[in-house]
């Protein structure tokens, strides 16, 4: 199945500035339907959660929709869905939970080819806790993530398996679930950074064995908001630091304070502008809409990427970084002769948007040898992104040859 992206652009007022948005991996555009939810919640009043009055009683809709839609995204149960500001801030609130609960000599296993989000939390609780901190590496010829390795680095003594689902610059997607199993299998529970992962295909939390999921709706199309999609069993089980009145229930208990009750009704607006992409379903759940419109989205961008990764591995002045098998849209690459940030500079002045730098990924772009250097130029395409976005980038890139 395949959508029209002519008509998915239509919807993005932003898009219409003139710019090649190849900066997804860092955040995506909204859709005007996303403004007009946030825009609406507004407008018909809100009030703080669990009162008497219907503002409140609004809110506390918006509040159960968006974790159904999160659920329905992933694939995940809404009883679990714990919202928050971002990533980092749910990561580091949970990685101070669950490490209040490991003991000297106990440990953790964290990638290098995770965005430092999905490491540094961890890291420094395991460090707070006496715990030993493992490392998985990355084949950097290939930027692959072995999964072998891991039946070394798991003793009976692992805690937690933190990794991504997908790296943030190199793209690779790793054999997750098969990770999972042997974490599982050793008695440790998995951390998934879904945040580069979500935007790009279906999402599976199940498949994936993740015990705890965690997403960005601002880089599919909605509002500056994270969640961690966790098993509610597991939720359960955790007893963060709290305020002594809040609720006690999950999946609120994870939660600290006031909610972004319009943003979050952006959240769910968003989920159902991803699952309206690939129209051949309309009618079904909402649930199997979202599957089959991620699975569109995923077979285009894949398509376009083929088309940006071979128009720039074929300019001899251009080195790109990993060879990935399973891999999102993202290129990160060097120009030879440009700093990578002047090679962003020069694709601004085209109009054309794009990152450089390290990209979080600072454990990955050390080992890769680029983080001093100013690291590489990362360009990356979602949905909404089409032919033209390639061919511009393509040009400017070619017209920097020696
Ligand atoms: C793979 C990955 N993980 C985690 C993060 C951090 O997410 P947040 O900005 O929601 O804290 C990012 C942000 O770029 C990311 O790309």
Redesign the pocket.
């Known amino acids: 199945m395949r959508y029209d992206v002519r008509k998915v652009r239509a919807g993005y007022p932003a898009l219409a500035d003139g710019y090649a948005y190849l900066d997804g ?2 955040g995506t555009q909204v859709p005007q339907s996303v403004i007009d939810a946030i825009v609406a919640a507004y407008r018909a009043g809100l009030g703080n959660q669990g009162g008497t009055f219907p503002a409140s009683g609004r809110s506390d809709a918006i509040v159960a929709e968006c974790r159904n839609a999160v659920a329905d995204l992933v694939g995940g149960d809404p009883a679990g869905v714990v919202l928050g500001p ?4 749910l990561t580091y609130r949970f990685a101070t939970t669950l490490a209040a609960d490991w003991a000297a000599g106990d440990e953790i296993v964290v990638s290098r080819l995770d ?1 430092d ?2 490491l540094r939390p961890w890291v420094q609780a395991a460090q707070r806790a006496g715990a030993v901190v493992r490392w998985a590496e990355v084949d950097l010829s290939t930027g692959e993530l072995p999964v072998q390795q891991y039946d070394d680095l798991l003793t009976a003594r692992t805690r937690l398996v933190a990794v ?1 689902a ?1 790296s ?1 610059i190199l793209g690779t997607r790793p054999d997750v679930a098969a990770i999972a199993a042997k974490a599982h299998a050793a008695g440790a529970l998995t951390y998934v ?1 879904g ?2 992962a979500t935007p790009h295909g279906p999402v599976d939390v199940a498949a994936l064995g993740a015990d705890f999921y ?1 997403t ?1 709706a ?2 599919w199309s909605g509002p500056h908001v ?1 969640a961690v999609v966790a098993d509610p069993a597991v939720l359960e089980t955790l007893r963060p630091a709290k305020l002594l009145p809040a609720p006690d229930e999950i999946p609120v208990r994870m939660e600290t304070g006031t909610a972004p009750l319009a943003d979050l009704a952006g959240v769910t607006a968003a989920v159902e502008h991803l699952a309206d992409l690939g129209s051949a379903v309309a009618g079904g759940t909402r649930r199997a809409r979202v599957l089959a419109s991620m699975a569109a989205v995923e077979s285009c961008e894949q398509e376009l990427f083929t088309t940006l990764l071979d128009g720039l591995d074929a300019m001899p002045h251009v080195t790109t970084y990993g060879r990935p098998a399973r891999r999102t849209a993202t290129v990160y690459f060097r120009v030879e002769g440009h700093h990578p940030r002047d090679v962003a500079t020069h694709l601004a002045a085209h109009r054309i948007n794009v990152w450089s730098g390290h ?2 990924a600072w454990e990955l772009t050390g080992a890769l040898g680029l983080r001093d250097g100013g690291g590489a130029v990362r360009a990356g395409l979602v949905h909404y992104n089409d032919r033209s976005d390639v061919d511009r980038l393509l040009d400017v890139v070619a017209g920097l040859a020696p």
């Not at 971002?86 to 801030?89: E, G, I, K, L, V």
């Open positions: 991996a860092a971002n990533m980092t801030t965005h989000a999905n991504t997908a943030n950074d945040v580069h965690a960005s601002y880089k994270g990209s979080y």
